[in-house]
T-cell receptor, first 114, second 112 residues
């Protein structure tokens, strides 16, 4: 089954404690991205990657890191989480190319930073 | 920059009512337009799309037409069901990129 898998689904952590949210896709997609969803703001892109070892900032990259060492995996790293990073996070993947840009989303990770 | 504007929610309807959720966009070039749906506790999934002017996307009884002259992509359904209750996101990908730009989402609540 084609899918994007995120883990964990729920996470409560304390300010400053490094964490990683994993994302894996089984569709051989080149393009992967991370979004955060906040009330009244919709989804905003944090980082994206167009292929292995190619990553770039999205609209709200501050406080986040990513890596793309393998095509299927795209982890999101919060080196020193702060309360303003409390949000719902989604990983997404799709093939490159505008006409076929149907993005597939993971089920989301609800992060609370206290 | 490119942006998407959706009507504020929630939209509350009775079963079998007609649905319209408005979406307008600002973009340079010729974007592709999408509606994504988010059911409770789940990620987003593509509902329908249109890639050029006057294209009509349709799926599960939902329709939207790419109107370049009014820069709009309104979502419609003739008869909603309780199972359509979800959050609906209008989105675009700017010309020659793969970046999705989302609207703020519109929550639809359908009551029996």
């Amino acid at each position: 089954e084609a899918q994007v898998t995120q883990n964990p689904r729920y996470l409560i952590t304390v300010t400053g404690k490094k964490l990683t949210v994993t994302c894996s896709q089984n569709m051989n997609h080149e393009y992967m991205s991370w979004y955060r969803q906040d009330p009244g703001l919709g989804l905003r892109q944090i980082y994206y990657s167009m292929n292995v070892e190619v990553t770039d900032k999205g609209d709200v990259p501050e406080g986040y890191k990513v890596s793309r060492k393998e095509k299927r995996n795209f982890p999101l790293i919060l080196e020193s989480p702060s309360p303003n990073q409390t949000s719902l996070y989604f990983c997404a993947s799709n093939f490159l190319g505008t006409e076929n840009t149907e993005a597939f989303f993971g089920q989301g990770t609800r992060l609370t930073v206290v | 920059g490119d942006s998407v504007t959706q009507m504020e929610g929630p939209v509350t309807l009775s079963e079998e009512a007609f649905l319209t959720i408005n979406c307008t966009y600002t973009a340079t070039g010729y974007p592709s337009l999408f509606w994504y749906v988010q059911y409770p506790g789940e990620g987003l999934q593509l509902l329908l799309k249109a890639t050029k002017a006057d294209d009509k996307g349709s799926n599960k009884g939902f329709e939207a037409t790419y109107r370049k002259e009014t820069t709009s992509f309104h979502l419609e359904k003739g008869s909603v069901q309780v199972s359509d209750s979800a959050v609906y996101f209008c989105a675009l990908t700017a010309y020659n990129t793969d970046k999705l730009i989302f609207g703020t989402g519109t929550r639809l609540q359908v009551f029996p």
